[in-house]
Each structure stands twice: as C-alpha cells, then as structure tokens.
C-alpha cells in the first residue's frame, strides 16, 4: 500500500477510520474498498481492497487491521492494549517529479499503545496512543473521537469530529527532509515539530437482513502546518474513503 495514512489510525481502519459502534456479534467477513488521497507532492492517489475481519469476544478483538486484548470491558467502558497497523509509506519510485525521486523511502510499520472507548446517551468518545514498536519512525500517535450516532429503521448515520495528534519523530520520519536528502533532491531541508491534524467523519450504515450489513464511510483530515509546510507535501487537507459489505455470523 502506498501513501496510505490509517490510523488508529486504525482501526478504522481503518485509525485513520473507525466503526461507528462496536460489535455485539463475535464474528464478522467481508470485503471492502478503500480511496485514499496522497498528501505527498506528485503523489497518486488509490485505491485499495481491503477483507474485513472483525471478531469480539470477551478477552481480545481483532478490527481488520487493529487487535487487542480487554483490560476493562462492560457495556459503557471499554480499555485495551491494542496493536495496529500503520500503512502510511513513501515510496520514491512512485513519484512523478525528479526531486520526490531523490528522497528515501518511508515504511509502514505497526504501532502498539492503549485504546479507550466509552459509550453513552450522549454520544460516543473514542481515542488511541500508539507508539511505532518496529523502530521505523519511533513516533507516537494520538487519536481523539466525538461520535453520535442516529439510528433510523435499518438506516444508521454516524457523525464525528476529531484530531490525530503526530509527535516530532513521526513527522520528521514520514515529512522530514535531511541534509543528505536536500543534498540529492534540491528540496530544502526541513526538521518539523509535532502537529495536530483535526478532522471530520461520517459513516452510513445499511442492515440489510439480520446477518448482511452495508457501510459507507469518510474523513475529511485537515493536514496540521507541520506536516502541510513540508517540501514533500502539496495539499492542505486528505480525504480517505471507505465501503464494505460483510455479513454476520
């Protein structure tokens, strides 16, 4: 995968998408499909088949690409160790311009940390701290999530609102240019800090019959000025998008 930045990314994936309510179900397939907007300068956008895999027990989960084991599960609380996989990458020989060629490459790398959920009338709070345990980036991730969600016969609609926390190492790490980098490709140098990124999301769901469900998601991210001044980056903002069908066991 290339250029996809998923958090808590994940386990929203997709973390950088998220399901709108944890499942009551223990096991879940599918197949879905993901459009992912490069944020990186000659960067292509893509699209990417995604399987769905969701199982929760009593003691672990597993959400496509993020699993963890329960330390504190009811029916309003939910607190986790969790692994997740972190697809964001550059790969140089995917860039158009000369200069995006002369850069090194970014891996993807998986993160592990502490998930919270909590559940209420008012609405759902959702967030992720991970740090990169394969000693690629060394960075850390924060996710924080405000969802409501409205339910309508068959029909669900989740809103959110959120911010995606990037500390200095995995910025430097996936939007940092080095001396030597500078040297080769013309770009300029550039040592960024930590960021923000807020953003907004909202996910559709269908019950088609008691075991089949349809689901359509988004996030709109605005990208925070750490990551948006960097040389390698020509957008302000990401869009990431997300549909699947699975069925219910």
């Known amino acids: 995968m290339n250029h996809f ?3 808590a990314l994940a386990a929203f994936l997709p973390l950088y998408f998220a ?4 499942q009551a179900n ?3 397939l599918g197949a879905s499909v993901i459009y992912s907007q490069s944020p990186y300068k000659s960067g292509q956008d893509r699209y990417y088949p995604v399987p769905i895999v969701n199982y929760d027990g009593d003691s672990f989960y597993l959400n496509t690409l993020q699993a963890g084991y329960y330390l504190w599960k009811d029916s ?3 607190l986790s ?5 972190s697809p964001q990458n550059y790969d140089p020989d995917d ?3 000369g200069d995006m060629k002369s850069l090194n490459k970014r891996h993807m790398t998986l993160m592990g940390g502490v998930s919270y959920r909590h559940t209420a009338d008012w609405g759902i709070v959702r967030t992720t701290l991970a740090g990169d345990v394969l000693d690629n980036s060394n960075g850390i991730i924060w996710d924080l999530t405000y969802l409501y969600r409205f339910e309508f016969g068959q029909f669900s609609l989740t809103p959110g609102i959120g911010a995606l926390w990037n500390s200095s190492n995995q910025n430097k790490y996936y939007y940092g240019i080095s001396s030597a ?14 960021s923000w990124s807020p953003y907004l999301e909202l996910t559709g769901g269908w019950k088609i019959s008691d075991s089949w469900n349809a689901t359509v998601s988004g996030r709109y991210v605005r990208l925070g000025d750490e990551i948006k001044d960097s ?3 020509d957008k302000s903002s990401q869009v990431l998008l997300w549909s699947g069908i699975s069925y219910t066991f």
Do not use: C, F, I, W
């Open 5 to 7: 930045k998923l958090t």
């Open 95 to 97: 860039a158009d311009d």
């Open 19 to 22: 399901a709108p309510v944890a």
């Open 76 to 78: 309003q609380d939910q």
């Open 231 to 233: 040389p390698m980056v």
């Open 181 to 194: 980098e500078s040297d080769r490709s013309g770009l300029n140098r550039y040592d960024p800090d930590d």
């Open 26 to 28: 223990p096991l879940t």
């Open 81 to 85: 160790l969790t692994v997740l996989g």
